[in-house]
């Protein structure tokens, strides 16, 4: 829960506030307040008629629908379970590592925040970005009441073949962070446990895209790595279907712009140069015999 402060008005209608409300961080609540004239008590009160069920067209609501690979860490009270805060990470190449509208915009809490930081410095309560191998991602712990914190991992869902790592600094400790995980700490009288410069998340390893297709007909295994790729793409597969096979990548406007035929062996990897691509994201279609499937290559 937060409070969000806007800009000085004499309109006290709901509608003029709701219409100076330009962004949502999902899955919060907000308390509108507005500075009026001195007759007034400087509130608005929203009441539960006051709740539409339906959302309007050219909403400002904001949405993470269609994006992968999410990060979810709960800040818990050790002793008490109490609820403080969350914070989300999408390693997602529809994002950027500076901040962008993909992104959720932290407003500090009145108690424990919990948040991350973008590239250019902006503390994120939802942060989209695109996987980059052994990138450090700060984290920020201000306002904690001092007492003994659980860091919950809800969700750990990394890129095929990598791991997220969260190293305390003041501890000098390092864990893996998994799905299902904590890590417990304290926040003491030292300014220095907690703060921006307490914990921050490093990644570590390349990440394969793998997609199988299974039938009676037979099996058809195709992984791509590293993705995202600079220069050369490994492509590598293993099928049980004895027959040509192709390779096509094209852009998002269905444009090919590589191809290839070869006879499969039970598996093999093939070599895709991607150096003189344009920085974006293409299709790898792999198809044999009656079998199809498709891959995200994104190109830095």
């Known amino acids: 829960m937060a409070k969000l402060c806007i800009a000085s008005s004499t309109d006290t209608s709901k509608e003029a506030v709701l ?40 909403t400002v609501f904001k949405t993470t629908g269609g994006l992968s690979n999410s990060v979810l860490l709960h800040l818990y009270s050790n002793s008490d379970s109490v609820d403080w805060d969350q914070t989300r990470i999408y390693f997602d190449a529809a994002g950027t ?10 407003l500090y809490n ?38 003994t914190y659980t860091l919950k991992v809800d969700e750990a869902n990394m890129p095929t073949g990598t791991k997220l790592y969260l190293f305390d600094k003041y501890l000098n400790q390092q864990v893996e962070l998994l799905s299902g995980g904590s890590y417990i700490f304290d926040v003491t009288s030292d300014s220095l446990s907690q703060g921006d410069k307490r914990f921050e998340l490093r990644t570590l390893g390349k990440p394969t895209s793998v997609s199988s ?22 492509l590598k597969y293993e099928t049980t279907i004895n027959d040509i096979m192709t390779i096509e990548v094209s852009d998002l406007s269905g444009k090919i712009i590589y191809s290839s035929r070869l006879m499969t062996k039970n598996s ?32 830095h």
């Not at 590592?97 to 932290?106: F, G, P, Q, R, Y």
């Not at 939802?126 to 001092?146: E, F, H, K, R, T």
């Not at 293409?282 to 995200?296: A, E, P």
Request: charged share 20%.
């Open 19 to 58: 219409k100076g409300l330009t962004r949502y961080a999902a899955g919060c609540v907000f308390f509108a307040f507005c500075t009026v004239s001195a007759n007034s008590n400087n509130t608005i009160t929203f009441e539960e008629g006051d709740k539409n069920p339906t959302t309007p067209s050219g």
């Open 97 to 106: 590592s500076d901040s962008d509208w993909h992104d959720a915009v932290k």
């Open 110 to 147: 009145p108690d424990a925040s919990l948040y991350s930081f973008s590239a250019d410095n902006k503390i994120m309560a939802i942060n989209v970005m695109p996987y980059v191998d052994s990138n450090i991602i700060p984290l920020g712990l201000v306002y904690a009441p001092q007492r």
């Open 213 to 234: 297709v299974h039938s009676q007909d037979g099996e058809l295994n195709v992984a791509i790595y590293p993705n995202p790729a600079t220069n050369n793409v490994k």
């Open 268 to 299: 093999g990897e093939e070599t895709i140069g991607v150096e003189g691509l344009s920085t974006g994201i293409y299709i790898v279609k792999v198809k044999c015999g009656n079998k199809q499937t498709k891959l995200k290559l994104v190109k």
